[in-house]
């Protein structure tokens, strides 16, 4: 490779007298804007596989796409885009969800489960990344200039993909329309999980997804196009949902099935009910967590828990259950960080919250103390004269899987409230139409929950990092 330095220094100062402020860096590796795919420009010849290949401590590579396009600013300025990312309703506002700047083209996510790990590069290069506050707000410092910037927001399987219609240089470009950085409430704008629900007569959970801004057009049964499909259990304590609704068992027996799904949400069904599932059922729905599945539990769904064939999911604490009363409100763990998210961002949403407690429509005393080495206790209360006995017992507990690896070799998660969140909505035929009841402080957990669930998986003891860039 030749290089004539004298043309090189020449370039690189004329580069500098450009000056600063509102101009756009279109030239950022000093070269007068010489093309790296030319083997000569302005007297400068170079090798176009590497043209700034100096010996160690030689210039960067060139930028490339928009990193090219950025503002050299004065005064310790940047270009910045701000903003909050809301849940699909464009209301609540989301914690933990990864902002950025792309610089290609997205990959396809993958279909049905899957290993998600936090730390991971996100799809599409990434030029500069974020993470949201318990507020929803994120700063992307340090941005392209111009029109129609793209910006990607996702949270796991949730992604959205849009167009910033102007970014001004040397600025902090404030994004205040709530339809821009909310999540995607269709298939038709963005990704979604794909979302499996058991309905159940004591606990409406499937009236949090219109609640969250999932649109109904996204509603459906097994076997549709649908983002979420409606399972009904074999017992009499059912209440009605869409048309068409398969046996929960189709879905509990079967891990091939269960798998096609990023998320499983299985309702209270008044009872234990022991006739509605079965070996088969706990086998499945543990490999279907160990392979990297989802699932949200309330009350006496703690069965899954209690009967896994797993021997280590087994040892995260002991279940009397029972569903026994328990104190409530429920007194969140502020102990390590995203507890200590979860009660700010209670407090930011509801200002009628007492700050540090979530009040239920019915609090149970299922589980004894669960084991901190195994799972993560996000809240507790004191407990009653049955079940798990007077102490200060776990009431919204998460657990990583499979149970008791390193984090590096899990991908599954599962989230238990042992409480009520919602019993006074009306699901039949018409569903959704009798979720109508204003959201209440333990539907706002759930709200939070349901959204960390998307997650990637990491120690929940750590503050969680946005991914690195390329």
């Known amino acids: 490779?030749?290089?004539?330095?004298?043309?090189?220094?020449?370039?690189?100062?004329?580069?500098?007298?450009?000056?600063?402020?509102?101009s756009r860096d279109t030239d950022p590796d000093g070269l007068g804007g010489a093309n790296p795919d030319a083997s000569e420009e302005g007297?400068?010849?170079?090798?176009?596989?590497?043209?700034?290949?100096?010996?160690?401590?030689?210039?960067?590579?060139?930028?490339?796409?928009?990193?090219?396009e950025k503002a050299t600013c004065t005064g310790g300025t940047t270009t910045n885009i701000s903003g909050?990312?809301?849940?699909?309703?464009?209301?609540?506002?989301?914690?933990?969800?990864?902002?950025?700047?792309?610089?290609?083209?997205?990959?396809?996510?993958?279909?049905?489960?899957?290993?998600?790990k936090c730390g991971a590069l996100a799809s599409g290069e990434p030029i500069v990344t974020a993470l949201t506050n318990f507020k929803g707000e994120f700063t992307l410092k340090d941005v392209p200039v111009g029109d129609n910037i793209p910006l990607v927001i996702q949270l796991g399987k949730w992604r959205r993909q849009v167009k910033i219609p102007k970014v001004n240089p040397c600025v902090d470009n404030k994004l205040t329309d709530p339809n821009l950085t909310r999540l995607p409430k269709n298939q038709s704008e963005?990704?979604?999980?794909?979302?499996?629900?058991?309905?159940?007569?004591?606990?409406?959970?499937?009236?949090?997804?219109?609640?969250?801004?999932i649109d109904a057009s996204e509603f459906g049964v097994d076997g549709s196009a649908k983002a979420v499909h409606f399972y009904k259990p074999d017992s009499g304590f059912l209440l009605d949902g869409p048309a068409g609704m398969k046996s929960a068992r189709v879905l509990w027996d079967n891990p091939a099935k269960l798998k096609e799904y990023d998320i499983a949400i299985f309702s209270c069904e008044c009872s234990e009910m022991p006739t509605t599932k079965g070996a088969a059922s706990y086998a499945a729905v543990n490999e279907y967590l160990n392979a990297g599945g989802r699932i949200f539990t309330t009350d006496f769904q703690y069965l899954w828990y209690k009967q896994s064939p797993d021997t280590e999911m087994r040892s995260v604490m002991p279940i009397p259950g029972g569903a026994p009363s328990g104190g409530n409100p429920v007194n969140i763990n502020t102990t390590f960080p995203k507890g200590q998210a979860l009660a700010d961002w209670m407090a930011h949403v509801d200002k009628s919250v007492t700050y540090g407690k979530v009040k239920c429509d019915y609090v149970f005393n299922n589980f004894s103390p669960a084991n901190p080495a195994k799972s993560q206790t996000w809240g507790s209360s004191s407990g009653g004269t049955g079940g798990a006995g007077a102490g200060n017992n776990p009431r919204f507990v998460t657990i990583n899987?499979?149970?008791?690896?390193?984090?590096?070799?899990?991908?599954?998660?599962?989230?238990?409230?042992?409480?009520?969140?919602?019993?006074?909505?009306?699901?039949?035929?018409?569903?959704?139409?009798?979720?109508?009841?204003p959201i209440k402080e333990g539907e706002e957990a759930f709200a939070f929950f349901f959204f960390d669930l998307a997650s990637c998986i990491q120690k929940e003891g750590d503050p969680p990092k946005p991914p690195p860039i390329k």
């Open 1 to 22: 490779m030749t290089l004539r330095l004298g043309s090189f220094f020449l370039a690189a100062m004329l580069s500098a007298s450009l000056g600063c402020g509102a």
């Open 43 to 68: 007297g400068l010849t170079f090798d176009a596989d590497d043209p700034f290949d100096v010996g160690e401590g030689g210039p960067p590579p060139p930028c490339k796409g928009l990193a090219c």
């Open 84 to 116: 909050i990312v809301y849940a699909p309703n464009g209301k609540l506002p989301l914690y933990n969800v990864i902002v950025y700047i792309p610089n290609a083209e997205l990959s396809p996510l993958p279909k049905g489960t899957s290993c998600d």
């Open 190 to 213: 963005g990704n979604m999980p794909k979302i499996a629900v058991t309905v159940g007569g004591c606990d409406k959970l499937s009236c949090m997804l219109p609640k969250v801004g």
């Open 401 to 437: 899987t499979p149970v008791g690896k390193p984090v590096e070799s899990q991908c599954g998660k599962a989230v238990h409230l042992d409480a009520h969140i919602n019993q006074s909505d009306t699901i039949n035929a018409s569903f959704p139409a009798g979720c109508t009841s």
